[in-house]
């Protein structure tokens, strides 16, 4: 078969439920059409195949034209990290619980075929960069396709902090925290703490504030090419955490300054040519069931 795509990674975090079915599945589907696949190495690991043809992490940009990740939205993030600075296009297989991001079910493996062939639609999501000094001195830094979250430490307390937008000054704050999300986070930790839905396609950023000191805090939409600024007041009694995606945290000491950003390099998502976001919205979030009453 004469395919776009040369040569296919697979990436699958083989714990979690149903995974590794799905993996045999996709890859002897793959082989019936001649394509040439290679495994990311742990994800090869519990498959116990030989036959195998295996790739690191790190290698996978540089070797693949397409990648394919088995799992949910957590799996999608945790491979786009690792391919995050090239411009290899990804595609989710979901097995997870909603599936934002990976759009194929397991039964569907023919649409696999499709996108082989070219017929596809390709959507750049872009990421935040942010970085933490303290004087002057860089102490962290990290990216997010999702969300940057400010968060307490071990003990749960008020954080004080001043936000400002290309320094200009926008607030103080006394909250819980912070979370600064893309349009693909939107629909993630920010939805759940309050913040509107971003259309994928909206160069934009949400700031949303975690249980605020006042009831006129509200989550704020801004530019995407804004960059945002953090000042962690120097009378903060501990230090506060930052992290991406869920990953692990950063420390964010007292006095300290965190500056995000859009990542110049965007990541490439792959959907199948009949996808449609607010079907996606529809079926992910339950909208439009039918009320059941109890007679």
Request: proline share 6%.
């Amino acid at each position: 078969m004469s395919t776009k795509f040369k040569t296919v990674g697979i990436f699958g975090r083989v714990k979690n439920h149903g995974v590794r079915e799905t993996l045999k599945a996709l890859i002897h589907y793959l082989n019936q059409l001649s394509q040439e696949v290679l495994v990311e190495a742990e994800t090869a690991e519990p498959l116990n195949d030989p036959s195998l043809k295996t790739i690191t992490r790190h290698q996978i940009g540089k070797q693949c034209d397409l990648l394919i990740v088995v799992g949910g939205d957590g799996s999608l993030l945790h491979a786009a990290h690792a391919i995050a600075n090239q411009a290899i296009p990804v595609l989710g297989i979901n097995r997870g619980s909603l599936g934002f991001l990976t759009d194929i079910l397991p039964t569907e493996l023919d649409k696999v075929k499709s996108i082989l062939e070219g017929k596809y639609n390709l959507e750049k999501r872009f990421l935040l960069t942010t970085n933490i000094k303290l004087d002057n001195k860089l102490i962290g830094q990290d990216e997010a396709l999702n969300e940057v979250a400010l968060l307490p430490d071990a003990k749960p307390h008020m954080i004080q902090f001043e936000i400002y937008i290309d320094n200009q000054f926008v607030c103080s704050q006394d909250s819980d925290g912070l979370i600064i999300a893309t349009p693909t986070g939107s629909t993630a930790y920010a939805l759940s703490g309050g913040g509107p839905i971003l259309h994928p396609q909206l160069d934009a950023i949400v700031l949303v504030p975690m249980f605020p000191h006042t009831l006129s805090s509200r989550p704020i939409v801004i530019e995407g090419n804004r960059q945002i600024n953090i000042i962690i007041s120097p009378h903060n009694p501990t230090s506060p955490r930052l992290s991406c995606d869920g990953r692990e945290a950063l420390n964010a000491p007292a006095s300290s300054h965190i500056t995000i950003h859009k990542k110049l390099q965007p990541l490439h998502l792959i959907h199948p040519i009949d996808y449609n976001y607010y079907e996606a919205l529809r079926s992910k979030l339950h909208w439009g069931k039918k009320l059941q009453y109890i007679e």
